[in-house]
C-alpha cells in the first residue's frame, strides 16, 4: 500500500514530539526512518499504526485517510517485545496471529510455511522462556508478517540477531518487498539502510530535515 503522513504534529505535556511530519512511502520499497533517539521516530510509527492519535494531521492510506479496519492490514514489530515466556512458542504464534483476526486454520498453515522457511519447526512445543533474544524475535518477526499485511513496520529488527540472522530477516524482508508489500524500517543500523532502503526520511528534533531517494541523497551529500 501506498502510505502518506501530512503535516502531523504530535504534542506530550511538555514536548512536541512531532512537529509538522509529512513523510511519503511509496507502494512496493523499503522506507527508512532515522535518526537519533528522542527524535520522534516510536511516535510517528505509534501514530501510523493508530495507537496514537495525532493532535493534528492526516495518515493517508493508498490516498484516503485512514480508517480503523487498517490495523488489520499493518504489521508492526515494535522495539519493546513482549512474548508470554511460559506459552508455548507454537501456542503463542497461533495466539498472536488469532488475534490479528485470522482463523485458527488459516494461522496454523501459515505458521507451518513460516517455520519451515526458518527452519524453526522443532521450537513449536518449546516454551518461549527457553528461547534466545534472537530466537524470540524470530517468532515476533513471524507473528508480525504471518498475517500477510500490506504494510509491514519494523522498529530495530536486527538489535537481537547475530549476523548471519541478520541476513536471514534482511532477506526475508527483499522478499516482501518483492511481493510488492511496503515496509517502514526504523533502525541504527546504517549497513541494513544501505542495503535495504529505497527511500528514507532523517527526523532530528522532531522534524524531517531530509528526505528522498537513498542514492540521490548519498550522492548529493
Ligand atoms: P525509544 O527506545 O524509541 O527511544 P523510548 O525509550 O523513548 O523509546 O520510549 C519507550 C516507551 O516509553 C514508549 O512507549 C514511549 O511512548 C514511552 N515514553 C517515552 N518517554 C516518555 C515520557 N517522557 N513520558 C512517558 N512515556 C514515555
Ligand atoms: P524515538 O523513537 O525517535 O527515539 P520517540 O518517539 O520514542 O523517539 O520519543 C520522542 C520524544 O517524545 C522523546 O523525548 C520521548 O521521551 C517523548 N515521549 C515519547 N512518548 C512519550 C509519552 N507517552 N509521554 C511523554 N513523552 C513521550
Redesign the pocket.
Known amino acids: 500500500m501506498y502510505l502518506e503522513t501530512h503535516d502531523v504534529v504530535k504534542q506530550?505535556?511538555n514536548?512536541l514530539a512531532l512537529n509538522k511530519v509529512s513523510i511519503s512511502v511509496p507502494k512496493g520499497t523499503v522506507f527508512g526512518l532515522l535518526g537519533p533517539?528522542?527524535a520522534g521516530?516510536?511516535?510517528l510509527i505509534?501514530i501510523i499504526t493508530r495507537i496514537?492519535a495525532p493532535d493534528s494531521g492526516d495518515v493517508m492510506i493508498e490516498g484516503r485517510q485512514s480508517v480503523g479496519n487498517d490495523i488489520y492490514n499493518i504489521g508492526y514489530m515494535?522495539?519493546?517485545r513482549g512474548l508470554y515466556k511460559k506459552m508455548k512458542v507454537g501456542e503463542q504464534a497461533m495466539y498472536l496471529a488469532q488475534l490479528r483476526g485470522m482463523s485458527k486454520k488459516q494461522a496454523h498453515h501459515e505458521l507451518m510455511v513460516w517455520f519451515k522457511r526458518f527452519d524453526i519447526m522443532d521450537w513449536y512445543n518449546r516454551k518461549v522462556e527457553e528461547l534466545s533474544k534472537g530466537m524470540q524475535q524470530k517468532v515476533q518477526f513471524i507473528s508480525t508478517v504471518i498475517h500477510d499485511p500490506d504494510l509491514l513496520i519494523f522498529?530495530?529488527p536486527f538489535s537481537g540477531f547475530d549476523p548471519v540472522n541478520t541476513d536471514i530477516v534482511k532477506n526475508e524482508m527483499l522478499r516482501l518487498k518483492d511481493e510488492g508489500k511496503t515496509i517502514i524500517l526504523?533502525t541504527h543500523n546504517m549497513e541494513s539502510v544501505e542495503e535495504l532502503c529505497d527511500n528514507i526520511a532523517l527526523i532530528n528534533k522532531s522534524q524531517v530535515v531530509l528526505q528522498g531517494n537513498v542514492f540521490k541523497i548519498r550522492k548529493d551529500h
Open positions: 506530550y505535556a514536548h533517539n528522542g521516530k516510536t511516535t505509534r496514537t515494535p522495539e519493546e522498529d530495530e526504523s
